[in-house]
């Protein structure tokens, strides 16, 4: 192990802790072992440890402060928009609670990021969105991943929304996405999201109409929280 490059020892130790620490190995407001003690179970270097701890702390999931040590902060200190505390979370308690939220989220800025798609989207904007159609449709007949083309057509109408904003949440939405649209399809006993509600969606961008582009895309996120809620009730 100690053969790797420090980055790569880094950025494991990093994902082991961080891992640890949303499954609660590590219990909130108790202390980490320290990096001393670190080093030798993980057996990395101090420099590496020291490195992690950095990382974990600007996620938001540790407090290091001299002659207080390591101690794990509540999920309320979390960097819920970086994703690889996401991918931890949904990894480890994909709660139905949590996505949810994930879909509240996805209601408060996809319509939007449609509607802007459907006035600001470049041609080979739109021929993105039509290939992540094409491969939904692929999928449904066993040519294509369906979780991989439906994930590629929604966070490809963000990017041709051409807000920069919406454009750096395509890697959070699709982080969650591996979960929520896997658990939504679940319930309604389905591989793959309905083809033609997302034509309708490509429709509505290509003849820029934004209205129609925020309340197609209004009609799918509102189905997956019902189903959503309807579980928790």
């Not at 041709?160 to 006993?189: C, D, M, P, W």
């Given at each position: 192990?100690?053969?790797?490059?420090?980055?790569?020892?880094?950025?494991?130790?990093?994902?082991?802790?961080?891992?640890?620490?949303?499954?609660?190995?590590?219990?909130?407001?108790?202390?980490?072992?320290?990096?001393?003690?670190?080093?030798?179970?993980?057996?990395?270097?101090?420099?590496?440890?020291?490195?992690?701890?950095?990382?974990?702390?600007?996620?938001?999931?540790?407090?290091?402060?001299?002659?207080?040590?390591?101690?794990?902060?509540?999920?309320?200190?979390?960097?819920?928009?970086?994703?690889?505390?996401?991918?931890?979370?949904?990894?480890?308690?994909?709660?139905?609670?949590?996505?949810?939220?994930?879909?509240?989220?996805?209601?408060?800025?996809?319509?939007?990021?449609?509607?802007?798609?459907?006035?600001?989207?470049?041609?080979?904007?739109?021929?993105?969105?039509?290939n992540a159609l094409a491969r939904m449709a692929d999928a449904d007949q066993g040519l294509d991943?369906?979780?991989?083309?439906?994930?590629?057509?929604?966070?490809?109408?963000?990017?041709?929304?051409?807000?920069?904003?919406?454009?750096?949440?395509?890697?959070?939405?699709?982080?969650?996405?591996?979960?929520?649209?896997?658990?939504t399809n679940h319930i309604k006993g389905v591989p793959g999201a309905d083809v033609a509600k997302?034509?309708?969606?490509?429709?509505?961008?290509?003849?820029?109409?934004?209205?129609?582009?925020?309340?197609?895309?209004?009609?799918?996120?509102?189905?997956?929280?019902?189903?959503?809620?309807?579980?928790?009730?």
């Amino acid at each position: 192990m100690k053969s790797q490059p420090r980055q790569n020892l880094t950025q494991q130790l990093t994902h082991d802790l961080g891992f640890a620490i949303v499954r609660g190995v590590y219990p909130v407001n108790e202390g980490l072992p320290s990096e001393a003690d670190l080093c030798v179970k993980y057996d990395v270097s101090r420099s590496a440890t020291r490195e992690a701890v950095k990382m974990l702390s600007a996620k938001g999931l540790i407090s290091s402060r001299p002659k207080q040590g390591i101690r794990v902060l509540p999920e309320s200190s979390w960097n819920m928009f970086d994703t690889d505390v996401l991918r931890w979370i949904l990894s480890s308690k994909p709660s139905l609670s949590l996505l949810k939220e994930f879909t509240q989220v996805r209601v408060a800025l996809e319509p939007q990021a449609a509607a802007l798609a459907a006035v600001n989207a470049s041609a080979e904007q739109l021929a993105e969105i039509d290939n992540a159609l094409a491969r939904m449709a692929d999928a449904d007949q066993g040519l294509d991943d369906p979780l991989e083309a439906d994930i590629a057509f929604h966070t490809s109408i963000l990017v041709a929304s051409n807000n920069r904003f919406f454009v750096q949440l395509t890697e959070f939405i699709s982080t969650a996405l591996r979960v929520s649209i896997r658990y939504t399809n679940h319930i309604k006993g389905v591989p793959g999201a309905d083809v033609a509600k997302h034509a309708d969606i490509l429709d509505t961008i290509k003849s820029r109409n934004p209205e129609r582009a925020k309340q197609a895309v209004e009609t799918i996120l509102e189905e997956a929280l019902e189903l959503i809620e309807s579980k928790l009730d």
